[in-house]
């Protein structure tokens, strides 16, 4: 049936007895004459040497041959059309010249003869020119066809010399058909043109002035009139130059069109009515429209200057407010640092003080110690000390002839064996004869300051430049009992590979990798910049705890309960435990409670044990870190061993997802490949086999297949008559139905 593509579409969703009934009606409908037998009818009809007898034999079949003809040109393929239009068959010209020969009896000045008058009038009299005006819709109704009568030089003046027609219907499918022509580019001057012309021919004052003559008489006719008034809304807003379309409306302003309108009371005309007072220009409202716009901008001008200043001096503010913060920011990390110092002086001063302090205080204790001797060897008479190494005195009995110089050195023994740490010294004293003691010693020197034993260790000489850790030095004093003292950096660094370390968590700005197997045979070669797997922050956070990887994580699983909460809990069931103890004391002997204290005191116990050893292991654990536990609750330290580990699993899970994307990939890329390749000789058969069928159609059969452009005239007077023409949708509505019909 030779369907466009939407047809096609459309056909298909049939059933069989629907599709069979088209099949019968293309049958029925379908001419089977060639073109140049309708031609040559034509142009027997237009022979000036036939008799007027004879012509009246003639004419009385030419409305049925031009319906013929209009059925075949709508119907039949679109090879048949472009038959009907070639040079040798000229079916346009010889359409055209028929179409004008039937209106020479309406025209004024174009009577060559008084029998050709006559001839015109007894067609005029027939519906010929109303199936004319059929015959050229269906032509235009193909792209090709509608560009031969685009330029046509008669073809769209004869359409509009059409509206003397007396028929109504003629009337409405000439101003349908010449209103679908203005939306096709190019189309709206012609359409112009060919009203200038009639006006010539038809002796016109004003442009227009016969179709307002029609559309004021006709007022009976509804269809006529809604084709009229859409036509007249399109041929005045259908143009972008916004001057031109006042031209246009003033022109119908003229012929007392606006006057007319407010007088019309039809129903189905007032849409039309209203869609061209909508399209309508009020100068007067557009120009206040302009002054508002004009003042309005000048006050938007005035408004968005004083909002730069306003900006400017919230800039000034805010500039000058900053400077404020960064001067008193400076001055408080100064008045920081200076708090510091002072607190570092006060600490050394304050243990100097407590040190002299301790000191007199031991040296007072040892004068006071030698006072006593002194007197308790006057006391005695005579004897000797005996400094025993239990840190105790005893008084021993001896011969009696010690003598002074046996109690002068028992004395200084005495006094070069104390220590400035407390002791217990015991004493004895024996014999007599006992003289003046000698004066006391001198105090011992101060003991040595903590942290002066501290190990210093060798520094580690990395071949990059690793990421830097923001932590806080730890003082000489603080270091004992850490992890930084108890580390054995030696051993560390025998397990662990430190070349490789060092090329994963090098800093970014380096040389690229180094193969550390290679470096000793051959100097390594510079190659693409290695990108790094994990992120700089996650990179330094994995630095950070490395050294104790391999140590086991299962004390994180601690993070969830508070320390704090646990002591608490362990107290109240001791409080809990001497109640029941104090209820069992005060009721005699209460089986219950007896039995409830037996089964749960060791339990409460071992809870009791299990809190302080908790206690300890956390105060050894924030200690070995270098960190105070009154400074540092359980619900701040665990969490950072849970970030760690959960950022260290996330780059792990990150790096395997990576890494099977890429395996995914390659292997999508390899079966690509590989399905290419199979179906490279499938696609060369097919090419090869349309290209057969098309050489082989092309030698049976030399009819042209539709392009899915044709039909564009058809679509826009379909939509024209739904929906009301309005300015807004001029541009696209003549986009959307004519480029692909009129583009040559």
């Not at 032509?139 to 007396?166: C, D, K, T, W």
């Not at 129903?267 to 100068?283: C, E, H, P, S, W």
């Not at 030698?370 to 105790?392: I, K, N, W, Y």
Request: proline fraction near 5%; aromatic fraction near 6%; glycine fraction near 4%.
């Amino acid at each position: 049936m030779n369907l466009p593509p939407d047809k096609v579409r459309l056909l298909r969703c049939y059933d069989n007895e629907k599709k069979w009934e088209l099949i019968c009606d293309q049958e029925r409908f379908q001419v089977k004459n060639p073109p140049h037998t309708y031609i040559q009818k034509l142009r027997g009809f237009l022979d000036p040497a036939v008799t007027r007898k004879k012509f009246r034999r003639r004419v009385q079949e030419s409305t049925q041959v031009l319906r013929e003809l209009e059925i075949s040109l709508r119907t039949n393929h679109i090879g048949w059309v472009r038959e009907f239009l070639n040079e040798e068959n000229q079916g346009l010209d010889v359409l055209v010249e028929y179409l004008s020969f039937a209106q020479y009896a309406v025209t004024s000045n174009t009577l060559p003869s008084r029998k050709t008058l006559k001839n015109s009038r007894l067609v005029c009299k027939k519906d010929d020119v109303h199936v004319c005006v059929m015959c050229l819709r269906a032509i235009m109704n193909y792209q090709y066809g509608f560009n031969m009568v685009m330029s046509h030089p008669h073809a769209v003046n004869e359409i509009a010399l059409s509206l003397n027609n007396r028929n109504p219907r003629t009337k409405a499918l000439v101003l349908e058909l010449l209103a679908a022509v203005c939306l096709v580019r190019g189309g709206h001057e012609i359409i112009l043109s060919a009203f200038d012309n009639f006006k010539t021919v038809c002796s016109e004052t004003l442009r227009f002035e016969k179709l307002m003559e029609h559309f004021k008489n006709e007022d009976d006719n509804i269809d006529f009139m809604v084709a009229c008034m859409q036509f007249i809304n399109i041929v005045v807003h259908s143009v972008e130059d916004m001057n031109f379309r006042v031209h246009l409306q003033y022109d119908f302003t003229k012929l007392n069109l606006d006057d007319y309108l407010e007088h019309t009371e039809s129903d189905r005309l007032q849409v039309q009515i209203q869609a061209y007072l909508d399209n309508v220009f009020d100068v007067g409202t557009l120009l206040e429209d302009a002054e508002t716009k004009t003042a309005a901008l000048e006050r938007v001008e005035e408004l968005e200057e004083n909002m730069t200043h306003m900006t400017e001096r919230l800039l000034d503010t805010e500039n000058e407010a900053m400077a404020k913060i960064v001067e008193l920011e400076k001055q408080l990390m100064q008045t920081n640092k200076e708090l510091d110092t002072i607190r570092d002086v006060y600490a050394s001063a304050n243990n100097q003080v407590h040190t002299l302090r301790r000191i007199v205080r031991e040296k007072d204790q040892t004068i006071r110690r030698q006072s006593r001797l002194e007197r308790h060897a006057q006391e005695g008479g005579g004897g000797t000390l005996v400094v025993q190494g239990g840190g105790t005195l005893h008084p021993a009995r001896g011969e009696g002839d010690g003598g002074v110089g046996d109690l002068s050195s028992t004395s200084l023994a005495l006094g070069m064996t104390l220590s400035p740490s407390p002791e217990t010294v015991g004493y004895g004293l024996s014999g007599a004869g006992l003289g003046m003691m000698p004066a006391p010693p001198p105090p011992p020197p101060p003991p040595p300051m903590p942290g002066n034993t501290v190990k210093i260790k060798k520094p580690i000489q990395t071949k990059f430049r690793m990421p830097v850790f923001n932590w806080v030095a730890l003082k000489p004093s603080q270091i004992n009992g850490t992890v930084f003292n108890d580390i054995d950096d030696e051993r560390i660094l025998q397990e662990l590979n430190v070349e490789e370390f060092e090329e994963m968590f090098k800093t970014k700005a380096q040389g690229p990798a180094v193969d550390v197997t290679l470096s000793r045979h051959k100097a390594p070669q510079k190659g693409p910049n290695r990108v790094s797997l994990l992120e700089a922050n996650r990179a330094k956070n994995l630095a950070i705890t490395l050294r104790k990887a391999g140590t086991n994580l299962l004390y994180c699983v601690c993070v969830s309960v508070s320390l704090e909460n646990v002591v608490c809990d362990v107290k109240e069931c001791q409080r809990g435990m001497e109640l029941s103890w104090r209820e069992y004391s005060m009721h005699g002997h209460n089986p219950l409670l007896k039995d409830f204290i037996s089964k749960h005191e060791t339990r409460l116990q071992k809870l009791q044990e299990d809190a302080h050893i908790a206690q300890d292991a956390f105060e050894d654990a924030v200690k070995h870190f270098g960190e105070s536990s009154k400074t540092m609750p359980p619900s701040v330290f665990f969490p950072v061993f849970v970030r760690f580990i959960k950022a260290y699993r996330l780059a792990e899970e990150e790096n395997e997802q990576r890494r099977r994307q890429e395996q995914a990939l390659m292997e999508k890329l390899e079966q690509e490949e590989l399905q290419q390749e199979q179906e490279e000789p499938k696609q060369r058969q097919q090419e090869s086999l349309i290209t057969e069928l098309r050489r082989r159609q092309g030698g049976k059969d030399s009819r042209h297949v539709y392009e899915g452009k044709d039909g564009a005239i058809e679509d826009i007077i379909t939509v024209l008559k739904t929906v009301p023409f309005t300015a807004r949708t001029a541009k696209r509505s003549s986009r959307f139905f004519c480029d692909p019909a009129h583009t040559e």
